[in-house]
Structure formats: structure tokens, C-alpha cells
């Protein structure tokens, strides 16, 4: 399935994705490339809401740049299978060595505003991130690692721990949102 047609078969859970679904389909109408930064306007990213199999517990990063604890995942950088980005992105960013897909839909998707700064020396101007989240799964028993250039820590917290953990307040209800889902699955 291609990332349009991901998209226009999602169905929103609410309001909120209902109103980011119909805006994601329209950039992808008007804009010829939204897979990599270069579209300095939006681009699509993926995250994840890695949970342990019995659902008691989510992976969190303590993200530098956002001095947040915070679910992970990271830029499409040209690939276009958001779900492989954010497999790569757990693994990556975790230490993770065995995470596995719930589904291979999204469990939900947002527009995330991406307020200016710097990184790696160089100035990026606000912009959107084209998000979608994917449900993954994976034992806590793994070895946890950081990625130093990214975050300064890896930690399982129960769901909403994880909330209360985030800094960030504009992230809350979508983690709140991500945690009614899980518990509708099950």
C-alpha cells in the first residue's frame, strides 16, 4: 500500500485527525515532495508507542532538543514505508534488538508544529511534521542504549507515567489519545 493510500484509509479516531488526515491529503496534492526535509514547510515523520506485551508499560526518550521525555521516531528521509521508518527509529534510538509491529497500520496520525532551532550547527525554520504512529511491541527484559546524539536516556514508564513525564504539555493528549487506543485493541 502506498503512503497515499495509507492515508486516505485511515479512519480518524477524532476531531483532531479527522481535521490533520484531510490537511496531510491536501499537501500531498499540492506539494511534490514531502519525504524528505528539503520541503522545508512539512515533511513526513514517523513515531512509535512501543509497549511491552502485556500493554503495563511504554518506551520513552528523554529527547535533548526537546528536553522532553518523549515516545521516539524520526524523519521519512526519502523512504516512503512510514512503518519501516519507524521500526528503524525504535531501533535506533533505543538500543532495542527485537521490536516488532502490532499492526501495519497506523494506530494514529497528527500534525505536529516544530517550533525553530538548531541542530548540528545549522538553523531550521518551523515547520510541520506529517506524523504517523505505529504500535509496536517489544519484551522489557532487552538492553536499553541511548543514542547520545539524540537523547540522554531510554526508560519503560507505565502509560500514564509517560504522559506526566513529558515536558512537553502540547504532546499530552496525544499520548492520552495513544493510550485510549492501546486499550481499545485489548
Known sequence: MTLLETIREFTPGCEQEEADRRLMLSYMERFPQLLTR????????????I??????RVLMAYHNQYDSWAWLGGHADGESDLLSVALREAREESGLREVRAVRNTPLSLEILAVQPHEKRGRFVPAHLHLNLTYLLKADPAQALACKPDENSG???????DAVQAASEAFMRPIYR??????????
Open 38 to 49: 528539503e520541503n522545508e514547510t512539512a515533511h513526513f515523520t514517523a513515531s512509535c508507542w
Open 154 to 160: 531510554v526508560c519503560w514508564f507505565s502509560p500514564w
Open 51 to 56: 509497549v511491552t506485551p502485556d500493554q503495563s
Open 177 to 186: 489519545k495513544l493510550i485510549e487506543r492501546v486499550a481499545l485493541l485489548y
